[in-house]
């Protein structure tokens, strides 16, 4: 989960109900991430190895080269207060942009109650990076392309039923081969009938060459 569900009830519930969590900390948590943030800049000298690891993925591509370093300790156990705390991380991600050599770094703290024995430091790197995935193809889309933040309505279960639809939407488009949602909204807002035929069971009729596109 992101930062603005880093919340104490909500992690207790889903230790309640037999579940895990991995939640990003940032400064809504203050103390919780003032401590995360020293135990990795100034790591005690007597900390055990055991409770050190640290995993490193590089990959290439959209014009970028990143690296990311994930690490993780089970040394602030018993000492924060967080339900069910097994771990803190710390997250550094390095982006090299390909074409102007610019170089961009964040780092991003985070806790799990998903205890070593049970995940190592890269199992933990593939389920935060798939969190993210979600974050980029699902709630980013909704928000910026499909104007969920700018959206005025909030009575009821009326917001809770427009997500669905765009949820529904987005797999849709996706389904049929778009990865730039936002061109496909513009195609589909260009040719209605298209949208209606994706909407359908009927064949999409062909597009209009080019004189005949001209010519409307």
């Not at 967080?82 to 703290?109: F, H, K, M, N, S």
């Not at 797999?171 to 009938?193: K, P, S």
Request: glycine share 6%; net charge neutral; hydrophobic share 40%.
């Amino acid at each position: 989960m992101d930062s603005l569900l880093t919340q104490r009830a909500l992690a207790q519930q889903i230790r309640a109900q037999g579940g895990h969590d991995l939640i990003v900390v940032k400064q809504n948590q203050p103390t919780l991430h003032a401590a995360i943030q020293r135990l990795f800049a100034e790591p005690p000298p007597s900390l055990p190895t055991d409770c050190w690891e640290t995993a490193t993925t590089t990959e290439k591509g959209h014009g970028r080269l990143e690296t990311r370093t994930l690490e993780r300790s089970a040394a602030l156990v018993g000492y924060v207060e967080w339900p069910d705390a097994a771990q803190v991380l710390r997250r550094t991600c390095r982006r090299v942009i390909l074409v102007t050599g610019e170089v961009q770094e964040e780092t991003t703290y985070g806790i799990t109650s998903l205890p070593p024995a049970l995940v190592s430091a890269a199992q933990i790197e593939v389920l935060w990076r798939g969190h993210w995935a979600i974050e980029h193809k699902v709630h980013h889309v909704r928000d910026r392309t499909m104007g969920e933040d700018a959206g005025q309505i909030r009575k009821g279960s009326a917001p809770q039923a427009l997500a669905a639809l765009r949820n529904g939407l987005l797999r849709l488009l996706r389904a049929v081969g778009w990865t730039n949602i936002a061109d496909a909204l513009r195609h589909y807002g260009a040719y209605v009938d298209r949208a209606l035929c994706l909407l359908s069971t009927r064949p999409a009729p062909s597009l209009p060459d080019f004189d005949t596109a001209l010519q409307l």
